[in-house]
Protein backbone atom coordinates (compact mmCIF):
# COMPACT_ATOMS: atom_id res chain seq x y z
CA UNK A 1 0.00 0.00 0.00
CA UNK A 2 3.04 2.14 0.35
CA UNK A 3 4.13 2.13 -2.99
CA UNK A 4 1.08 2.77 -4.46
CA UNK A 5 0.55 5.72 -1.84
CA UNK A 6 4.52 6.96 -2.67
CA UNK A 7 3.48 6.54 -6.64
CA UNK A 8 0.58 8.75 -6.31
CA UNK A 9 2.30 11.45 -4.60
CA UNK A 10 5.40 11.59 -6.76
CA UNK A 11 2.71 12.76 -9.00
CA UNK A 12 1.82 15.73 -7.00
CA UNK A 13 5.01 17.97 -7.24
CA UNK A 14 5.00 21.09 -4.89
CA UNK A 15 7.70 23.64 -6.00
CA UNK A 16 7.21 26.17 -3.56
CA UNK A 17 7.71 24.76 -0.10
CA UNK A 18 9.74 27.13 2.15
CA UNK A 19 12.72 26.83 3.76
CA UNK A 20 11.02 27.05 7.21
CA UNK A 21 8.65 24.18 6.60
CA UNK A 22 5.73 26.81 6.24
CA UNK A 23 4.07 25.62 2.65
CA UNK A 24 2.63 28.75 1.03
CA UNK A 25 0.57 28.97 -2.65
CA UNK A 26 1.58 31.76 -5.05
CA UNK A 27 0.43 35.08 -4.37
CA UNK A 28 -3.00 36.48 -6.10
CA UNK A 29 -2.95 36.50 -9.37
CA UNK A 30 -4.54 39.66 -10.86
CA UNK A 31 -5.27 38.84 -14.12
CA UNK A 32 -8.86 38.62 -16.14
CA UNK A 33 -7.64 35.06 -17.43
CA UNK A 34 -7.34 32.54 -14.36
CA UNK A 35 -5.83 29.64 -14.40
CA UNK A 36 -8.30 26.41 -14.17
CA UNK A 37 -8.18 24.87 -10.94
CA UNK A 38 -5.70 21.59 -10.72
CA UNK A 39 -8.14 19.16 -10.11
CA UNK A 40 -6.84 16.99 -7.00
CA UNK A 41 -7.02 13.18 -8.57
CA UNK A 42 -7.78 10.60 -5.41
CA UNK A 43 -7.86 6.80 -5.73
CA UNK A 44 -10.84 5.12 -4.49
CA UNK A 45 -9.82 4.49 -1.25
CA UNK A 46 -8.31 8.21 -0.24
CA UNK A 47 -12.11 9.14 -1.59
CA UNK A 48 -13.09 7.13 1.12
CA UNK A 49 -10.98 8.93 3.38
CA UNK A 50 -12.23 12.02 2.19
CA UNK A 51 -15.14 10.86 3.30
CA UNK A 52 -14.10 9.51 6.62
CA UNK A 53 -12.66 13.27 7.23
CA UNK A 54 -15.45 14.76 6.42
CA UNK A 55 -17.53 12.83 8.99
CA UNK A 56 -15.27 13.73 11.86
CA UNK A 57 -15.50 17.40 10.94
CA UNK A 58 -19.18 17.14 10.99
CA UNK A 59 -19.38 14.94 14.15
CA UNK A 60 -16.67 17.81 15.60
CA UNK A 61 -18.92 20.73 14.63
CA UNK A 62 -22.19 19.05 16.04
CA UNK A 63 -20.35 18.23 19.51
CA UNK A 64 -18.61 21.90 19.55
CA UNK A 65 -22.15 23.32 18.52
CA UNK A 66 -24.00 21.59 21.47
CA UNK A 67 -21.39 22.66 24.20
CA UNK A 68 -21.92 26.82 23.09
CA UNK A 69 -25.13 26.24 22.96
CA UNK A 70 -25.03 25.23 26.71
CA UNK A 71 -22.51 28.00 26.85
CA UNK A 72 -22.85 31.86 25.56
CA UNK A 73 -24.14 30.68 22.13
CA UNK A 74 -22.07 32.79 20.23
CA UNK A 75 -20.69 32.62 16.68
CA UNK A 76 -17.58 30.34 16.10
CA UNK A 77 -15.38 29.13 13.68
CA UNK A 78 -13.08 25.48 13.87
CA UNK A 79 -11.06 23.83 11.15
CA UNK A 80 -11.63 20.23 11.22
CA UNK A 81 -8.63 19.90 9.01
CA UNK A 82 -6.23 21.50 11.12
CA UNK A 83 -7.33 20.06 13.63
CA UNK A 84 -7.22 16.72 12.30
CA UNK A 85 -3.72 17.18 10.93
CA UNK A 86 -2.71 18.05 14.66
CA UNK A 87 -3.92 14.97 16.08
CA UNK A 88 -2.73 12.40 13.61
CA UNK A 89 0.60 13.44 14.25
CA UNK A 90 0.36 13.08 17.81
CA UNK A 91 -1.42 9.65 17.09
CA UNK A 92 1.74 8.92 15.04
CA UNK A 93 3.61 8.40 18.89
CA UNK A 94 0.33 6.17 19.89
CA UNK A 95 -0.25 2.64 20.67
CA UNK A 96 -2.17 0.53 21.86
CA UNK A 97 -5.68 1.45 22.89
CA UNK A 98 -4.71 5.00 23.24
CA UNK A 99 -3.82 4.97 19.16
CA UNK A 100 -6.98 2.61 18.37
CA UNK A 101 -8.79 5.42 20.28
CA UNK A 102 -7.15 8.64 18.28
CA UNK A 103 -7.86 6.69 14.70
CA UNK A 104 -11.62 5.78 15.81
CA UNK A 105 -11.98 9.38 16.70
CA UNK A 106 -10.57 10.84 13.46
CA UNK A 107 -13.15 7.79 11.26
CA UNK A 108 -9.85 6.53 10.21
CA UNK A 109 -9.79 3.27 12.25
CA UNK A 110 -9.94 1.16 8.66
CA UNK A 111 -7.05 2.23 7.59
CA UNK A 112 -3.08 1.59 8.37
CA UNK A 113 -0.63 4.52 9.87
CA UNK A 114 0.91 4.13 6.84
CA UNK A 115 -1.82 5.31 4.73
CA UNK A 116 -3.66 7.92 6.70
CA UNK A 117 0.17 9.65 7.01
CA UNK A 118 0.36 9.14 3.23
CA UNK A 119 -2.84 10.79 2.98
CA UNK A 120 -2.16 13.71 5.17
CA UNK A 121 0.94 14.57 3.01
CA UNK A 122 -0.91 13.96 -0.35
CA UNK A 123 -3.72 16.20 0.83
CA UNK A 124 -1.37 19.04 2.12
CA UNK A 125 0.85 19.08 -0.66
CA UNK A 126 -2.41 18.86 -3.65
CA UNK A 127 -4.55 21.88 -1.59
CA UNK A 128 -1.41 24.47 -1.89
CA UNK A 129 -1.20 23.53 -5.65
CA UNK A 130 -5.11 23.81 -6.45
CA UNK A 131 -5.84 27.40 -7.31
CA UNK A 132 -2.68 29.80 -7.51
CA UNK A 133 -5.20 33.04 -7.04
CA UNK A 134 -6.11 31.88 -3.85
CA UNK A 135 -3.59 32.53 -0.84
CA UNK A 136 -3.11 29.28 0.93
CA UNK A 137 -0.35 28.25 3.57
CA UNK A 138 -0.31 24.90 6.15
CA UNK A 139 2.38 24.38 8.51
CA UNK A 140 3.10 21.83 10.91
CA UNK A 141 5.70 22.24 13.97
CA UNK A 142 6.74 20.22 17.08
CA UNK A 143 8.62 21.92 19.83
CA UNK A 144 10.26 19.17 22.06
CA UNK A 145 11.39 19.53 25.94
CA UNK A 146 15.62 19.34 25.60
CA UNK A 147 15.71 17.24 28.73
CA UNK A 148 13.46 14.11 27.34
CA UNK A 149 14.61 11.81 24.67
CA UNK A 150 12.62 11.57 21.81
CA UNK A 151 11.93 8.69 19.45
CA UNK A 152 13.65 9.64 15.93
CA UNK A 153 11.04 7.48 13.95
CA UNK A 154 8.23 9.50 15.63
CA UNK A 155 10.51 12.46 14.60
CA UNK A 156 10.50 11.28 11.06
CA UNK A 157 7.54 10.49 10.48
CA UNK A 158 6.22 14.08 10.78
CA UNK A 159 8.70 15.67 8.94
CA UNK A 160 8.38 12.99 5.83
CA UNK A 161 4.40 13.07 6.01
CA UNK A 162 3.69 16.55 7.53
CA UNK A 163 6.56 18.73 6.49
CA UNK A 164 6.96 18.94 10.68
CA UNK A 165 9.23 21.79 11.61
CA UNK A 166 11.44 20.69 15.01
CA UNK A 167 12.66 22.61 17.78
CA UNK A 168 13.94 21.36 21.27
CA UNK A 169 13.33 24.01 23.39
CA UNK A 170 13.75 24.69 27.22
CA UNK A 171 10.08 24.50 28.49
CA UNK A 172 11.66 25.81 31.61
CA UNK A 173 12.14 29.18 30.10
CA UNK A 174 9.44 31.41 30.01
CA UNK A 175 10.79 32.63 26.96
CA UNK A 176 9.65 29.53 24.73
CA UNK A 177 5.98 30.32 25.19
CA UNK A 178 6.94 33.54 23.08
CA UNK A 179 8.85 31.44 20.70
CA UNK A 180 6.12 29.36 19.82
CA UNK A 181 3.10 32.16 19.74
CA UNK A 182 5.57 33.74 17.34
CA UNK A 183 5.61 30.39 15.06
CA UNK A 184 1.44 30.58 15.42
CA UNK A 185 1.59 34.62 14.45
CA UNK A 186 4.50 33.98 11.37
CA UNK A 187 2.35 31.38 10.15
CA UNK A 188 -1.40 32.68 9.97
CA UNK A 189 0.18 36.55 8.62
CA UNK A 190 -0.40 37.97 12.21
CA UNK A 191 -4.03 36.88 12.79
CA UNK A 192 -3.57 34.51 15.92
CA UNK A 193 -0.55 35.87 17.85
CA UNK A 194 -1.50 34.02 21.06
CA UNK A 195 -1.61 30.16 21.27
CA UNK A 196 -0.20 29.65 24.70
CA UNK A 197 0.36 31.36 28.05
CA UNK A 198 3.26 29.89 29.63
CA UNK A 199 5.27 26.47 29.45
CA UNK A 200 6.01 24.14 32.31
CA UNK A 201 9.37 22.55 33.01
CA UNK A 202 7.52 18.98 33.01
CA UNK A 203 5.85 19.33 29.39
CA UNK A 204 7.09 16.90 26.89
CA UNK A 205 6.15 18.77 23.96
CA UNK A 206 3.82 20.58 22.13
CA UNK A 207 2.10 20.06 18.59
CA UNK A 208 0.95 22.59 16.44
CA UNK A 209 -0.79 22.86 12.90
CA UNK A 210 -1.99 26.43 10.97
CA UNK A 211 -3.43 26.98 8.28
CA UNK A 212 -4.01 30.89 6.87
CA UNK A 213 -6.60 31.14 4.07
CA UNK A 214 -7.25 34.22 1.49
CA UNK A 215 -9.82 34.03 -1.21
CA UNK A 216 -11.51 36.53 -3.31
CA UNK A 217 -14.60 35.99 -4.60
CA UNK A 218 -15.16 35.34 -7.60
CA UNK A 219 -18.30 36.98 -8.36
CA UNK A 220 -17.39 40.18 -5.60
CA UNK A 221 -19.82 41.80 -4.18
CA UNK A 222 -20.88 45.53 -5.26
CA UNK A 223 -20.26 47.61 -1.98
CA UNK A 224 -22.25 50.18 -3.02
CA UNK A 225 -25.01 47.68 -2.25
CA UNK A 226 -24.24 46.66 1.28
CA UNK A 227 -26.83 48.02 3.32
CA UNK A 228 -28.16 47.96 7.33
CA UNK A 229 -31.18 45.18 7.89
CA UNK A 230 -32.23 43.59 10.80
CA UNK A 231 -30.47 40.25 11.43
CA UNK A 232 -32.87 38.13 13.10
CA UNK A 233 -31.91 36.04 16.38
CA UNK A 234 -33.59 32.69 17.29
CA UNK A 235 -34.70 33.84 20.14
CA UNK A 236 -36.42 37.08 18.05
CA UNK A 237 -34.53 39.65 19.06
CA UNK A 238 -32.79 41.39 15.92
CA UNK A 239 -29.65 43.26 15.19
CA UNK A 240 -28.31 45.74 12.69
CA UNK A 241 -26.14 44.25 10.24
CA UNK A 242 -24.50 45.13 7.16
CA UNK A 243 -26.06 43.22 4.53
CA UNK A 244 -24.20 42.87 1.07
CA UNK A 245 -25.99 41.92 -1.71
CA UNK A 246 -25.70 40.99 -5.19
CA UNK A 247 -28.00 39.01 -7.91
CA UNK A 248 -25.88 36.44 -9.54
CA UNK A 249 -25.58 32.81 -10.98
CA UNK A 250 -24.78 30.53 -8.56
CA UNK A 251 -24.86 26.77 -7.43
CA UNK A 252 -27.56 26.20 -5.63
CA UNK A 253 -29.55 23.11 -4.00
CA UNK A 254 -32.79 23.48 -1.46
CA UNK A 255 -34.55 20.19 0.25
CA UNK A 256 -36.95 20.18 3.34
CA UNK A 257 -34.48 20.87 5.64
CA UNK A 258 -32.31 23.97 3.87
CA UNK A 259 -31.21 26.41 1.24
CA UNK A 260 -27.54 25.48 0.13
CA UNK A 261 -25.42 28.38 -1.87
CA UNK A 262 -22.50 27.97 -3.40
CA UNK A 263 -20.12 30.90 -3.24
CA UNK A 264 -16.77 29.93 -5.05
CA UNK A 265 -13.29 31.96 -4.72
CA UNK A 266 -10.54 33.15 -7.32
CA UNK A 267 -10.57 30.22 -10.15
CA UNK A 268 -13.04 28.29 -8.30
CA UNK A 269 -11.01 25.32 -6.38
CA UNK A 270 -12.39 26.66 -3.00
CA UNK A 271 -15.61 27.89 -2.21
CA UNK A 272 -17.74 28.90 0.68
CA UNK A 273 -20.80 26.76 1.48
CA UNK A 274 -23.78 28.40 3.18
CA UNK A 275 -26.16 26.69 4.71
CA UNK A 276 -29.53 28.47 5.49
CA UNK A 277 -32.48 26.55 7.79
CA UNK A 278 -35.98 26.55 5.76
CA UNK A 279 -37.66 26.71 9.13
CA UNK A 280 -36.81 25.93 13.00
CA UNK A 281 -33.02 26.64 14.82
CA UNK A 282 -30.02 26.23 13.17
CA UNK A 283 -29.26 23.23 15.24
CA UNK A 284 -31.95 21.22 12.99
CA UNK A 285 -29.66 21.79 10.07
CA UNK A 286 -26.14 20.61 12.10
CA UNK A 287 -28.38 17.50 13.21
CA UNK A 288 -29.52 16.54 9.83
CA UNK A 289 -26.51 16.96 7.89
CA UNK A 290 -24.34 14.67 10.37
CA UNK A 291 -26.77 11.78 8.61
CA UNK A 292 -25.02 8.88 6.58
CA UNK A 293 -24.29 10.43 2.85
CA UNK A 294 -26.65 13.28 3.14
CA UNK A 295 -23.93 16.01 2.26
CA UNK A 296 -22.85 14.39 -0.32
CA UNK A 297 -26.38 13.76 -1.74
CA UNK A 298 -27.16 17.41 -1.05
CA UNK A 299 -24.36 18.60 -2.95
CA UNK A 300 -24.98 16.35 -5.62
CA UNK A 301 -27.87 18.38 -6.46
CA UNK A 302 -26.25 21.78 -6.89
CA UNK A 303 -27.53 23.09 -10.36
CA UNK A 304 -26.48 26.65 -11.36
CA UNK A 305 -29.48 28.84 -10.77
CA UNK A 306 -30.02 32.91 -10.63
CA UNK A 307 -29.79 33.80 -6.72
CA UNK A 308 -30.65 37.18 -4.79
CA UNK A 309 -27.98 36.58 -2.48
CA UNK A 310 -27.87 38.67 0.70
CA UNK A 311 -25.17 38.17 2.78
CA UNK A 312 -23.92 39.70 6.39
CA UNK A 313 -20.11 40.99 6.32
CA UNK A 314 -19.16 39.14 9.21
CA UNK A 315 -15.94 38.70 11.62
CA UNK A 316 -15.34 35.32 14.44
CA UNK A 317 -12.45 35.24 16.17
CA UNK A 318 -12.33 31.99 18.44
CA UNK A 319 -10.78 29.98 21.14
CA UNK A 320 -11.35 26.48 22.62
CA UNK A 321 -9.93 24.07 24.78
CA UNK A 322 -11.47 20.88 22.99
CA UNK A 323 -10.70 18.20 25.65
CA UNK A 324 -14.41 17.88 26.00
CA UNK A 325 -15.23 17.14 22.83
CA UNK A 326 -12.55 15.23 21.91
CA UNK A 327 -13.32 12.90 25.02
CA UNK A 328 -17.40 12.61 23.71
CA UNK A 329 -15.97 11.56 20.47
CA UNK A 330 -14.08 8.75 22.13
CA UNK A 331 -10.69 9.53 22.52
CA UNK A 332 -10.86 10.23 26.07
CA UNK A 333 -7.71 7.53 27.33
CA UNK A 334 -5.27 10.39 25.83
CA UNK A 335 -6.16 12.66 28.30
CA UNK A 336 -5.84 10.00 31.38
CA UNK A 337 -2.53 8.54 32.60
CA UNK A 338 -3.85 5.45 31.53
CA UNK A 339 -2.73 6.97 28.07
CA UNK A 340 0.61 5.25 26.03
CA UNK A 341 2.14 7.36 23.88
CA UNK A 342 5.51 5.24 23.87
CA UNK A 343 6.05 5.71 20.21
CA UNK A 344 7.43 9.07 21.67
CA UNK A 345 9.08 8.04 24.59
CA UNK A 346 10.22 5.91 27.39
CA UNK A 347 8.20 8.20 29.73
CA UNK A 348 4.82 7.69 30.62
CA UNK A 349 3.07 10.97 28.74
CA UNK A 350 -0.48 11.90 28.26
CA UNK A 351 -2.09 14.83 26.23
CA UNK A 352 -2.80 17.74 28.63
CA UNK A 353 -4.93 19.75 26.11
CA UNK A 354 -6.26 20.31 22.80
CA UNK A 355 -6.59 23.91 21.56
CA UNK A 356 -7.49 25.58 18.30
CA UNK A 357 -7.44 29.16 18.13
CA UNK A 358 -9.38 31.11 15.24
CA UNK A 359 -10.23 34.00 12.88
CA UNK A 360 -12.47 34.69 9.97
CA UNK A 361 -13.25 37.71 8.64
CA UNK A 362 -15.57 37.63 5.30
CA UNK A 363 -16.64 41.18 2.81
CA UNK A 364 -17.45 42.82 0.33
CA UNK A 365 -14.25 41.04 -1.42
CA UNK A 366 -13.51 37.78 0.44
CA UNK A 367 -12.93 36.26 3.36
CA UNK A 368 -9.32 35.58 5.16
CA UNK A 369 -9.47 32.76 7.55
CA UNK A 370 -6.75 31.08 10.18
CA UNK A 371 -6.08 28.43 12.58
CA UNK A 372 -3.88 27.14 14.69
CA UNK A 373 -4.64 23.74 16.60
CA UNK A 374 -2.17 23.29 19.57
CA UNK A 375 -1.66 19.71 21.30
CA UNK A 376 0.08 19.67 24.26
CA UNK A 377 1.95 16.62 26.05
CA UNK A 378 2.54 16.22 29.51
CA UNK A 379 4.95 14.16 31.20
CA UNK A 380 2.54 11.81 33.71
CA UNK A 381 4.69 11.18 36.16
CA UNK A 382 3.59 14.46 37.04
CA UNK A 383 0.47 14.87 37.21
CA UNK A 384 -34.11 20.31 -7.40
CA UNK A 385 -33.73 23.89 -7.91
CA UNK A 386 -36.36 26.94 -9.17
CA UNK A 387 -35.51 29.67 -12.08
CA UNK A 388 -34.77 32.09 -8.99
CA UNK A 389 -34.61 32.00 -5.64
CA UNK A 390 -34.26 33.94 -3.14
CA UNK A 391 -31.35 33.32 -0.10
CA UNK A 392 -30.97 35.87 2.52
CA UNK A 393 -29.17 35.00 5.40
CA UNK A 394 -30.77 37.49 8.35
CA UNK A 395 -31.39 34.42 10.38
CA UNK A 396 -28.30 32.35 12.04
CA UNK A 397 -26.75 30.19 9.52
CA UNK A 398 -23.51 28.04 9.03
CA UNK A 399 -20.76 28.16 6.39
CA UNK A 400 -18.29 25.89 5.27
CA UNK A 401 -14.87 26.33 3.18
CA UNK A 402 -14.22 23.10 1.01
CA UNK A 403 -11.69 22.42 -1.53
CA UNK A 404 -14.33 21.58 -4.34
CA UNK A 405 -12.59 18.83 -6.11
CA UNK A 406 -12.10 16.45 -2.79
CA UNK A 407 -14.79 17.91 -1.09
CA UNK A 408 -12.34 18.43 2.01
CA UNK A 409 -13.30 20.94 4.68
CA UNK A 410 -11.25 23.57 5.74
CA UNK A 411 -13.24 25.53 7.96
CA UNK A 412 -16.93 25.33 9.38
CA UNK A 413 -18.63 28.10 11.33
CA UNK A 414 -21.68 29.15 12.82
CA UNK A 415 -23.21 33.23 12.45
CA UNK A 416 -25.97 33.52 15.45
CA UNK A 417 -25.13 36.43 17.10
CA UNK A 418 -24.27 39.84 14.86
CA UNK A 419 -23.46 43.29 15.84
CA UNK A 420 -23.22 46.23 13.76
Given at each position: ???????????VIVAFLTAASCDKNNEFIDSGELPNPVQIDLRSAEKEMVQSDQRFAFDFFA????????????????????????????????????????????????????????????????????????????????????NVVVYEE???????????????????????????????????????????????????????????????????????????????????????????????????????????????????????????????????????????????????????TEVDLSLPKFKTEYSKKLNNSLTKMGMGIAFTDNADFTGITDDPAKISFVKQDTYISTDELGTEAAAVTTVGVVLTSIPISPQKVVFRANKPFMYLIQENSTGAILFMGAVKKLEK
Open positions: MRTSFQHILSINLFEEEALDEDNDFMVSPLSLSMALSMTRNGAIGETENAMKQTLHMGDYSNEEINAYYRKLKEALLMTDPTTRLSIANAIFSNKFIEKNQTFYDATIQTVDFANSATANLINKWASDQTNGLIKNVIDRTDPYDLMYLLNAIYFKGIWATKFDPNNTIDIPFIHENGVTTEVKMMRQNSKFLYAEDQYLQLVQLPYGNKAYSMMVLLPKEGPLKDVVSVIRGDNYWSGLKAKLRE
